[in-house]
């Protein structure tokens, strides 16, 4: 024989019927050696798509499965508000697939007469001073723009220090600074935020960029 013509009903319908005995029943396609796949075969190599719309599949030479498309872009991971406390937290953030953070200190003040440094310490980690610092008084505030990088640690500092609190115009100036913290990666949970000297916040706000 040498072709095989299947053509469907008048509804377009194809059946293949099973073999009249059970039992392992194989397929050889012509000039070829191996085992056609079973139904069973093909499910368990794709995982099931129910609740991954969106994502796609990828493996890890063994299994498949479905991975999260990264969107790309700056992301908004957390806002701090340093307005009591000796010492604010982000509560437990998320890290993973972002390459860089941005941290952006507005009006930072404490209710001291002389201001302490400001620094941050992530979780398990060493802690680092912003440049610039110290952190404005109980009349005076300090702005700083932090910007780090996960996978080296090296980050950049510069900050407005002894300024006005809540200014919305100020002349550029102010100190800016190098700085490396391997602690702070993707593997950080949380953030704290501090003064070296212990004094209590009174006025403020952080916000945390994430770039993936």
């Not at 796609?56 to 009591?84: D, K, Q």
């Not at 697939?97 to 310490?121: H, N, P, V």
Request: hydrophobic fraction near 30%; charged fraction near 5%.
């Amino acid at each position: 024989m040498s072709s095989v013509k299947i053509a469907g009903d008048t509804s377009g319908l194809i059946t293949l019927a099973a073999p009249a005995a059970a039992g392992t029943n194989t397929i050889t396609m012509p000039a070829a050696t191996g085992t056609m796949a079973l139904t069973s075969n093909i499910t368990t190599a794709v995982p099931s798509q129910t609740g991954n719309s969106g994502k796609y599949l990828t493996t890890n030479g063994s299994a498949t499965s479905w991975g999260t498309v990264a969107s790309g872009g700056i992301t908004l991971i957390t806002t701090v508000n340093t307005t009591s406390g000796t010492s604010i937290s982000t509560g437990t953030i998320d890290l993973t697939g972002y390459k860089q953070l941005t941290m952006i200190c507005y009006s930072i003040g404490s209710s001291a007469s002389t201001g302490g440094q400001f620094r941050y310490t992530p979780n398990g980690g060493s802690t680092m001073i912003f440049y610039g610092t110290p952190t404005g008084t109980s009349s005076q505030a300090q702005y700083t723009m932090y910007t780090h990088d996960l996978a080296s640690g090296i980050g950049r500092s510069s900050s407005l220090t002894a300024k006005a609190r809540n200014e919305t115009l100020l002349a550029p100036g102010g100190p800016t600074g190098m700085a490396i913290n391997t602690s702070l990666s993707t593997s950080t949970t949380s953030i704290v935020f501090d003064m070296d000297g212990g004094e209590t916040f009174d006025i403020g706000q952080i916000t945390i960029y994430g770039l993936s």
